[in-house]
């Protein structure tokens, strides 16, 4: 059985563009978090989907937001990109709010913003 | 919200010895604590996990401790092996976090040959 993937690995962008990250999670499971791990920094809650719909949100600006599709897979997207969202971005996946609650990361892709 | 403090920062033993890394919660009706280890460049691996209405689980060498009247839970390894060389992270959820992890900041464990 896969896990939760992440594409793409690695990202460059230039300040004020705008990155789309993506994350399909493990089969069965219906809630998706993005968090955002800064180098040597701890994970960061940034926004948890479950059944297509945002259930909580972390404290970051607007520009990052997001959205689950009917397939549960999600994606991130960060606007206006700024130099310190340089960091990376790990999705987990559960089975969902009163099924389970045991959340199981993606390898994370890489944001670099230059 | 939930607010989570782990320590120490960073843990060296030798091998064979035991660590203990400890985290305390602020939130009394947070009622979900899993232990997570990150190797360099890679995934955070959900270890172990315990649920407020346990007091300790075990499973081989890793156990977790739960004290909910003190709002701090425990990770503890024994027999520690070279292996076991990451960061680990605890994390709390539930109650007013429901659906949201709250991590600690994170312990570098190396176990020294």
């Known amino acids: 059985e896969a896990g939760v993937t992440q594409s793409p690995t690695h990202l460059i962008k230039t300040r004020g563009q705008q990155a789309t990250l993506r994350c399909s999670p493990i089969?069965?499971?219906?809630?998706v978090y993005w968090y955002q791990q800064a180098l040597g920094l701890g994970l960061q809650f940034l926004l948890w989907y479950d059944e297509g719909e945002e259930r909580n949100r972390g404290n970051f600006p607007p520009r990052f937001s997001g959205r689950q599709f009917p397939n549960y897979s999600s994606e991130l997207n960060v606007n206006a990109l700024e130099l310190e969202d340089s960091a990376l971005y790990l999705c987990a996946s559960s089975l969902g709010v009163s099924r389970g609650t045991e959340a199981f990361f993606g390898q994370g892709t890489r944001l670099t913003v230059v | 919200g939930e607010n989570v403090e782990q320590h120490p920062s960073t843990l060296s033993v030798q091998e064979g010895d035991s660590a203990v890394i400890k985290c305390t919660y602020s939130d009394s009706a947070s009622n979900y604590f899993p232990w997570y280890k990150q190797e360099l460049g890679k995934r955070p691996q959900l270890i172990i996990d315990?649920?407020?209405?346990?007091g300790e689980k075990k499973d081989q060498r890793i156990a977790v401790t739960l004290n909910k009247t003190a709002k701090h839970f425990s990770l503890h390894i024994t027999e520690t092996q070279p292996e076991d060389s990451a960061v680990y992270f605890c994390?709390?959820?539930?109650?007013?976090?429901?659906?949201?992890?709250?991590f600690g900041q994170g312990t570098i464990l190396t176990v020294h040959p």
């Open positions: 315990i649920r407020s209405n346990v």
């Open positions: 089969s069965g499971h219906t809630s």
């Open positions: 994390a709390a959820t539930g109650g007013t976090s429901y659906g949201k992890l709250t």
